[in-house]
Nanobody, 124 residues
Framework: QVQLVESGGGSVQAGGSLRLSCAAS????????MGWFRQFPGKEREGLAA????????YYADSVKGRFTISQDNAKNTVYLQMNSLKPEDTAMYYC?????????????????WGQGTQVTVSS
């Protein structure tokens, strides 16, 4: 089992930045890929960014490419999502997730473990 705990969410004005963190514990060798997702009320989770834990290749959704950056510190078993130039439409619950094996796709059902989420609110 892998446990994931997100932090770093909060309220920010449009144009501002936030950095989300996701700390992993448990059987962390089960993590082939780490991803960040967000969910708007009443909607499915949207994949934003993913990173291979070994090698560090990264993938981004078009909606956040150029504004969000995923990174990791394997020594700390932590993955980050740096979010810049935030917009009110980025307001959502943000989740990190771990995939045991696969293609590091930005698809919700590819991931095996999920954090509890952290709220991001961007005001205009």
């Amino acid at each position: 089992q892998v446990q994931l705990v997100e932090s770093g969410g909060g309220s920010v004005q449009a144009g501002g930045s936030l950095r989300l963190s996701c700390a992993a514990s448990g059987y962390t060798y089960s993590r082939n890929c780490m991803g960040w997702f967000r969910q708007f009320p009443g909607k499915e989770r949207e994949g934003l960014a993913a990173i291979y834990t070994s090698g560090g290749n990264t993938y981004y959704a078009d909606s956040v490419k150029g504004r969000f950056t995923i990174s990791q510190d394997n020594a700390k078993n932590t993955v980050y999502l740096q979010m810049n130039s935030l917009k009110p439409e980025d307001t959502a619950m943000y989740y990190c997730a771990a995939e045991r094996y696969g293609g590091c796709l930005l698809i919700e059902n590819a991931y095996n473990y999920w954090g509890q989420g952290t709220q991001v609110t961007v005001s205009s």
